[in-house]
C-alpha cells in the first residue's frame, strides 16, 4: 500500500495525542461537508438500482454525455489498466502515486514525465496519464493542450486519461464535455469538492463502448444505495456548489498569504490546498505534528501539502504553531 494523507489514527498513536484533538490538513479535502439528506430505508434494505437519477445528476453536473459510477476514483485507476494490452504508459509527475503504481502492476512499461517532456515522448506512448489541478503541485492545464495530446494519441489507438480530482473549482478547464470523443478518459472525485470522502464514490467519464467494458470489470452494485442517495443529493445543490467554490477559493488564498507570512512562499496550490518546496520540510512536518497539526509529507522532494483550515479557530492555531516552529529555529 502506497502512503497517503488522512492517517490521523497513525499520527495519534505515534505521537501519543488524541484523535478529536488534532488539526488534520493532510488529505486536501474541503474542510466543510455536504449535509447528508435523510436517507430512506429502502436504500439501506434494497440492492441498489441505477435509476435513481445519479447518473443523471452526474452528466448535468460534469457537462458529460455518459458517465459510469464507481466505489471512488481509485477503483476505476486500478481498473483501468485491465482494458489494455501491455504498452508503453506516460505519467505527467510528480502527482497522486497510485497512477504510476497501477499500471506497473498490470506489466505495463511506465515512464514518469514533467511537463515540458510530454511533446517530446507522446508519439511513443499507448497511454499518458494526466492529473489536471495536478496533486500535489497545483499545475493546471488548459484544454486546448490536452485535447492535443488525445488527439496524437487517439489516431495511433492510444488513450489520454485525464484524473480531474480537484476540477470542481474550476470547471471551465475540464475536458468532460469531450468524453464523447474515442480514447479520451476523465476521472471525477466526489468526496474532495463535497468533503465526503467516507461516501467513497467517484465517476468514470468516456465513449460507451468503454464504460461498458469497465462496468463489466467494475461488476454489479458497486456503489451502495445510500451513497447513490447522498451523490444524487450533493451534485443537484447548485446553491451548495457556488458557496463550497466561494469559501475554498477565499480559504487557500489565505492559506497562501499565511505560508507566505512566516517565509513559505508556496510553489504551487489550487482551490483545496497549497504546495511549498522547502528543504525544512521534515522540520517542519516534525514540528506541526507534536503540535497536533497533521501535513501530508512528499520527503523525495522535500515538500509538503497543506489543506484548509475549515474555521477561524483553525486558522489561529495554525498561526501560533507557525510562530512555534519560528521560535523553535532560532
Known sequence: ??????????????????????????????????????????????????????????????????????????????????????????????????????????????????????????????????????????????????????????????????????????PQLSVAPFTHLVGLIVLRSFGKFFGLAGVRLGFVLAERKLLKLLAEQVGPWAVSGPTRVIGRACLLDTEGHARQRQRSEQASERLARLLEQFGFKPQGGCALFQWLITDQAEQLHESMARQGILLRLFPHNSSLRFGLPADEADWTRLAQAFEAYAKEAQ
Open 1 to 170: 500500500m502506497l502512503e497517503h494523507g488522512g492517517r490521523l489514527r497513525k499520527a495519534a498513536l505515534e505521537y501519543g495525542i488524541a484523535e478529536a484533538d488534532w488539526l488534520d490538513l493532510s488529505s486536501g479535502l474541503a474542510p466543510w461537508p455536504f449535509p447528508v439528506p435523510d436517507i430512506p430505508l429502502r436504500a439501506w434494505a434494497r440492492l441498489p438500482e441505477t435509476d435513481d437519477g445519479l447518473e443523471q445528476a452526474a452528466c448535468d453536473y460534469y457537462s458529460a454525455a455518459q458517465v459510469l459510477p464507481v466505489a471512488g476514483s481509485q477503483m476505476a485507476i486500478q481498473l483501468l489498466p485491465r482494458l489494455r494490452r501491455a504498452g508503453k504508459v506516460g505519467v505527467l509527475s510528480p502527482c497522486y502515486a497510485e497512477h504510476a503504481e497501477a499500471w506497473r502492476r498490470c506489466g505495463y512499461i511506465v515512464r514518469e514525465v514533467l511537463e515540458q517532456e510530454v511533446d517530446f515522448f507522446i508519439d511513443s506512448l499507448d497511454v499518458l496519464v494526466v492529473v489536471n489541478p495536478n496533486n500535489p503541485t497545483g499545475l493546471s492545464l488548459t484544454p486546448s493542450r490536452l485535447l492535443d495530446w488525445h488527439t496524437r494519441l487517439a489516431s495511433r489507438g492510444g488513450w489520454l486519461v485525464v484524473d480531474e480530482a480537484f476540477m470542481d473549482n474550476t
